[in-house]
T-cell receptor, first 111, second 111 residues
Framework: TQLLEQSPQFLSIQEGENLTVYCNSSSVFSSLQWYRQEPGEGPVLLVTVVTGGEVKKLKRLTFQFGDARKDSSLHITAAQTGDTGLYLCAGVVGNFNKFYFGSGTKLNVKP | NAGVTQTPKFQVLKTGQSMTLQCAQDMNHNSMYWYRQDPGMGLRLIYYSASEGTTDKGEVPNGYNVSRLNKREFSLRLESAAPSQTSVYFC??????????FGPGTRLTVT
């Protein structure tokens, strides 16, 4: 059983559509990160959210941390083919020594 | 800056063989981590080192040992490889916050 549950596992959409990826847990996290991973490479950090209710925007990507710091969402507006990849959420419980990753959402954006 | 480097990139082992995966970072980070990534499982923490001279177990430490050789280097050793250890292994580092920087990974197959 994973501490962080991500949904959906797979998402295949057309270019220009919007989408939301969810990351849920019953545990409280001191911070939560979102990463994007391309095939054959390591994950690359997109954003860190720390405060309950926090919203961060990165161009067409909007990240939200739940009020209770147990869940997060990633919303992409007008998806582009370059958004294709594996999106991973990761939470930190307590200090910054133990990270827990979700199982990932594999996004495919078709032209 | 090379960031986080890992060697080798690929390795095939027979059951029972041993090997060491090497990781080095040039960002002067205090904390380093070893993860394994399996399909549908996200990343799972094997061991981490909060600072030079210290190491601690993560979620899945069985079958592995680690050495924090100095501030730059953190190695992962498989003493007697098993097919269940077939995976992609990632090394990561952080300064003092939750943002992790990952290496490119080592793809290990145990036959």
């Amino acid at each position: 059983t994973q501490l962080l549950e991500q949904s959906p596992q797979f998402l295949s959409i057309q270019e220009g559509e919007n989408l939301t990826v969810y990351c849920n847990s019953s545990s409280v996290f001191s911070s939560l990160q979102w990463y994007r991973q391309e095939p054959g490479e390591g994950p690359v950090l997109l954003v860190t959210v720390v405060t309950g209710g926090e919203v961060k925007k990165l161009k067409r990507l909007t990240f939200q941390f739940g009020d209770a710091r147990k869940d997060s969402s990633l919303h992409i507006t007008a998806a582009q083919t370059g958004d294709t990849g594996l999106y991973l959420c990761a939470g930190v419980v307590g200090n910054f020594n133990k990270f827990y990753f979700g199982s990932g959402t594999k996004l495919n954006v078709k032209p | 800056n090379a960031g986080v480097t890992q060697t080798p990139k690929f390795q095939v082992l027979k059951t029972g063989q041993s090997m060491t995966l090497q990781c080095a970072q040039d960002m002067n980070h205090n904390s380093m981590y070893w993860y394994r990534q399996d399909p549908g499982m996200g990343l799972r923490l094997i061991y981490y080192s909060a600072s030079e001279g210290t190491t601690d177990k993560g979620e899945v430490p069985n079958g592995y040992n680690v050495s924090r050789l100095n501030k730059r280097e953190f190695s992962l050793r498989l003493e007697s490889a098993a097919p269940s250890q077939t995976s992609v292994y990632f090394c990561a580092s952080t300064e003092s916050g939750p943002e992790q920087y990952f290496g490119p990974g080592t793809r290990l197959t145990v036959t």
